[in-house]
């Protein structure tokens, strides 16, 4: 059961424009939400987190949204760099110890 | 320490076959995770230890998998007579105070003929 979903497989901007990745989940019992980046060969690396009592979470380039009427919840990267090209994945996760990862976006990010 | 690391990274086998493989998490660490990932999805949880006691398993753990944390330091993940649905890519992760920032290795590619 797909409780993460990351709609687009793939996403191409510019570089120094603003890079959306969008989120959806289906669990209402989710309360804590991450974005992992991960490169080729690599495992996944932690970007950024939010709780459900926030709506946003900001560090530095990358900001987090989080609707939770909507069950939403979408990482900014602003201004988006080369380097930021990467595969990005949404997770979420409830009192239990797993998280949830969505399939993933592929972002590349064109000089 | 140079973080999570995972041993082999990759392992070809026949099915029927079995495979160990090993986790050494981040030393101060006492959460150590399982993940498997297909090509195409998102790492997929497979069980939890908490120093050694395992704590959570999930229902893609079948009886074929066994996985162990006998000292709380590094892990074993076990697949007994090997299936082509198993071949993935596992990943480990390791945490600290806060359980959903894990840090992960770099994975064991494993591949089923």
């Known amino acids: 059961d797909q409780q993460v979903k990351q709609n687009s497989p793939s996403l191409s901007v510019q570089e120094g424009r603003i890079s959306i990745l969008n989120c959806d989940y289906t669990n209402s019992m989710f309360d804590y939400f991450l974005w992992y980046k991960k490169y080729p060969a690599e495992g996944p690396t932690f970007l950024i987190s939010i709780s459900s009592i926030k709506d946003k979470n900001e560090d530095g380039r990358f900001t987090v949204f989080l609707n939770k009427s909507a069950k939403h919840l979408s990482l900014h990267i602003v201004p988006s760099q080369p380097g930021d090209s990467a595969v990005y994945f949404c997770?979420?996760?409830?009192?239990?110890?797993?998280?949830?990862f969505g399939a993933g976006t592929r972002l590349t990010v064109k000089p | 320490d140079t973080g999570v690391s995972q041993n082999p990274r990759h392992k070809i086998t026949k099915r029927g076959q079995n495979v160990t493989f090993r986790c050494d998490p981040i030393s101060e660490h006492n959460r150590l995770y399982w993940y498997r990932q297909t090509l195409g999805q998102g790492p997929e949880f497979l069980t939890y230890f908490q120093n050694e006691a395992q704590l959570e398993k999930s229902r893609l753990l079948s009886d074929r998998f066994s996985a162990e944390r006998p000292k709380g330091s590094f892990s074993t993940l076990e697949i007994q007579r090997t299936e082509q649905g198993d071949s993935a890519m596992y990943l480990c992760a390791s945490s600290f105070l806060d359980p959903w920032t894990q840090y992960f290795g770099p994975g064991t590619r494993l591949l089923v003929l």
């Open positions: 997770a979420a996760s409830d009192d239990n110890n797993d998280m949830r």
